[in-house]
């Protein structure tokens, strides 16, 4: 018997997943014959971002032609500013991407690389100019760190079909082909799993079985995974999804997928007695009884065994463990996270997880571990830091958690930080005490920051996730949540804000006219929709939340350390941050070490000369206003999918129509190759650094400018050698 | 360098400081861009997603 478990893109690229470890340690144990697993994620980043597979994709945009018949247009309108935002960044930098992507790779694979901040935001950087390149040749389709999107909406089945035989725009055909299938054939297995989890894989995993089926159309291919919680039953009201597939599993996967091998494994294929599972008897859709959820006191710990572990996009694994399952809580109204993995919550005794963590520690050589649970409870943040201790662990961990007032005394925050704790994120979601008791959370604002500053003080750093646009809550409530939250900042160091989603699954939507929903926008097409606009009786409408929204992540920028300036560990947030914190030892560390460090200081050299390692593009329009245009039509776009700003189509022909084109003036792209930045020049300041050669004073070099502007061009040369523009021999 | 604040423009008036006046000079400048100097001297980030998105973070 060969179980194949796959973990299709896309997931973040920079640690693995806990669904296949845990349901590969499950059978392992019961001993089902080979298990493998194939992260096919970060299998897929790795192949994508290579220096042949980004060459091809070089190669393919260029031969599209398109910038210079762009330049030497008079205007452009929205769809040009679009290609010339895309192509003008590949003129300049695509060489050079293709060059150093391998480079770029192995800084965020190498501890000393990776910890000096430097190299990792070139690294960064070049990570996500690689991915636009990449995602250029199959546009519109968009490859980023945390998304993939496609002019396919993942909420219309027809559509996701149609999407798995796109070549043009649907990469992973490529990429399953030539590196999934091969693979797959030399394991030649017997059941395939294929967990599904996030929107993003939907395309992928669905691509995938398509592509299995057609290669070998016996081996049985499940599918598994929190997704299914809200989609599996409208999905298999799609008769074509019963080609590529065979069953779902619901809920919990262990038991099921269990049975099933042994189904299997035993000729007898019998899938009526699998509970859980969803399955086409060639008649009609079958749905087994759902069994009870497992104590996860039985289970083996998670088995990483066979992942590409050094192919993640971090120079440390940080492993994710499951202490808990379900959320002990569990009445938020907005929270649907407690159907994806069933009814109950239940908790793993403490000194299995202890004893976890050293067997993981011990074989994975890493000391880092991210909690993938709802939230702590409250007796095991009370005694899981002394176990900890007492078991002599040197570990370092995170994890979220409800802000519970009275059970997070700072006693227990202290041993938490002394127990390794790093990070905690907790969900505040409003200041406002109405609104926190609409959304039954349970908890009381002021005590809530009690709790924050009790965090701080211990040395733990503090996420706080908010959510805007609840329903009847006003902008006025909202701001004040904002103003709570930058009022307490010196305690906070992260804040994730979102806005509120309408999600079927949840309380809220059952009980929707109790929260003043007049009316929801059900998409006719889309078979799959789970989230709704809808229209509110009271409080801020959908539009005012987004750009409450915005004000929020505008005011966030402009507060908080770790999201100012070019600073890249939250985008990586998955576990770079919580790395470079552990690195560091405290968040203060962190702040003067690394995120607020003084730069060098060099002498503003006489005669300035323009570094060697700067490459330039002259452009026949302004890229930095294009950018600041493009952002605010998407940023004035109530956004219609859920998680995807990809321009809709009729949406594009509309601003083509309608919105002012854009004129002409000339800039120039200024690409760094220490940092990795691209800048865009005004002709002006583009002037001022070709003047920048070594042979003129500063007087010189801005003697040519007209009187009055004379200030304006000497400020301009300070910001180039502020900026790290200038050769630093030049100083004498 | 790349904080918002760099995104201010700051400019004068290009039509009290005409660009031939600059070519003039008897240092001569590089080529004079197609559309003349306006002495905005500004240099902003060229990012394509201005702002990384907060909610896409959020969720994976």
């Known amino acids: 018997m060969k179980v194949a478990l796959i973990f299709p893109p896309q997931g973040h690229f920079t640690q693995p997943y806990l669904s296949l470890p845990s349901l590969a340690a499950y059978l392992r144990a019961h001993n089902v014959g080979e298990v493998h697993q194939l992260d096919e994620s970060i299998e897929a980043y790795d192949y994508f971002l290579s220096k042949e597979r980004l060459r091809r994709s070089l190669e393919h945009v260029r031969a599209g032609g398109g910038l210079a018949a762009l330049d030497e247009k008079d205007t452009l309108t929205f769809s040009d500013m679009e290609r010339y935002q895309t192509l003008s960044e590949i003129e300049l930098i695509g060489d050079e991407l293709v060059e150093r992507i391998e480079e770029a790779k192995h800084v965020l694979r190498t501890p000393a690389e990776f910890y000096d901040y430097e190299r990792y935001l070139w690294a960064g950087r070049t990570l996500e100019q690689g991915l636009r390149l990449f995602s250029a040749e199959f546009a519109p389709s968009r490859l980023t760190p945390h998304g993939f999107v496609t002019r396919y909406r993942v909420e219309r089945s027809r559509e996701i079909l149609a999407a798995t035989a796109d070549e043009k725009e649907n990469p992973f055909i490529e990429f399953f082909r030539e590196h999934t299938l091969p693979r797959l054939k030399a394991i030649d297995p017997d059941l395939i799993g294929i967990s599904l989890t996030f929107p993003s894989q939907a395309i992928p995993a669905f691509t995938l079985a398509r592509l299995i089926k057609e290669w070998k159309p016996s081996v049985h291919i499940t599918v598994g995974g929190g997704l299914l919680a809200y989609t599996a039953e409208k999905l298999s009201k799609r008769r074509e999804i019963w080609n590529v597939i065979d069953s779902f599993i619901l809920l919990e996967g262990e038991g099921p997928l269990l049975a099933l091998c042994e189904e299997i494994k035993s000729g007898r294929r019998d899938l009526t007695r699998i509970s859980n599972l969803m399955w086409h008897d060639g008649a009609q859709v079958r749905r087994n009884d759902q069994r009870d959820p497992l104590d996860i006191k039985t289970l083996p710990t998670p088995d990483f065994d066979g992942l590409p572990l050094d192919k993640y996009f971090s120079p440390e694994l940080v492993l994710p463990l499951a202490i808990t399952r379900g959320c002990y809580w569990g009445k938020c109204v907005f929270c649907t996270l407690y159907t994806v993995i069933g009814p109950g919550y239940r908790g793993r005794a403490i000194d299995q997880t202890v004893a976890d963590m050293r067997v993981l520690s011990e074989k994975y050589k890493t000391k880092h571990f991210y909690l993938a649970i709802e939230d702590l409870p409250p007796n095991m943040a009370a005694r899981l830091p002394q176990a900890i201790l007492d078991a002599g662990l040197d570990i370092d961990w995170w994890c979220d958690a409800r802000l519970e007032h009275e059970a997070f005394t700072q006693e227990v925050c202290d041993a938490m930080a002394k127990a390794g704790c790093k990070r905690i994120a907790f969900g505040f979601e409003s200041s406002s005490q109405r609104v926190l008791a609409r959304m039954c959370k349970g908890i009381d604002p002021d005590k809530s920051i009690e709790l924050v500053r009790r965090v701080r003080k211990a040395g733990i750093s503090v996420t706080l996730y908010v959510m805007t646009g609840f329903p009847t809550e006003t902008r006025d409530e909202a701001r004040e949540t904002l103003q709570t939250i930058l009022a307490n900042r010196d305690a906070i160091q992260e804040v994730s804000v979102r806005v509120f989603y309408l999600d079927e699954t949840s309380e809220i939507f059952k009980r929707r006219s109790e929260f003043d929903i007049l009316e929801i926008y059900p998409d006719p097409e889309a078979d799959l929709q789970v989230y709704y606009d809808f229209k509110a009786g009271s409080g801020m409408t959908r539009r005012e939340a987004r750009e409450q929204y915005l004000e929020f992540t505008r005011a966030l920028r402009s507060h908080f350390p770790v999201f100012q300036n070019t600073n890249m560990l939250y985008h990586e947030l998955k576990s770079h941050y919580f790395l470079y914190l552990a690195k560091a030892g405290s968040w203060e560390q962190l702040v003067s070490d690394v995120l607020e460090r003084p730069r060098a200081k060099t002498s503003d050299p006489r005669r300035p000369r323009a570094r060697s390692a700067l490459l330039k593009r002259a452009l026949g329009f302004d890229r930095a206003e294009i950018d600041q245009r493009l952002s605010s039509i998407d940023s004035h776009t109530l956004r219609p999918r859920y998680q995807s700003d990809l321009v809709e189509d009729e949406d594009r022909a509309r601003f083509d129509r309608e919105l002012a084109p854009q004129q002409r003036a000339d800039s120039t792209l200024v690409y760094d190759r220490r940092t990795g930045e691209i800048q865009c020049f005004s002709a002006a300041a583009a002037f001022l650094l070709e003047r920048c050669d070594g042979t003129r004073t500063v007087e010189q070099i801005v003697e040519v400018v007209p009187q009055p502007a004379q200030d304006l061009a000497r400020r301009c040369v300070e910001q180039l050698s502020q900026s790290g523009y200038f050769e630093k021999e030049s100083a004498s | ?60």
């Open chain 2, 1 to 60: 360098m790349s904080s918002p604040e760099h995104k201010r423009s700051e400019e004068v008036d290009p039509k009290s400081t005409p660009a031939k006046d600059a070519a003039a000079k008897s240092d001569a400048p590089p080529p004079a861009p197609k559309t003349g100097l306006n002495y905005v001297f500004k240099i902003a980030p060229a990012d394509p997603k201005n702002s990384f998105d907060f909610e896409d973070v959020a969720d994976k």
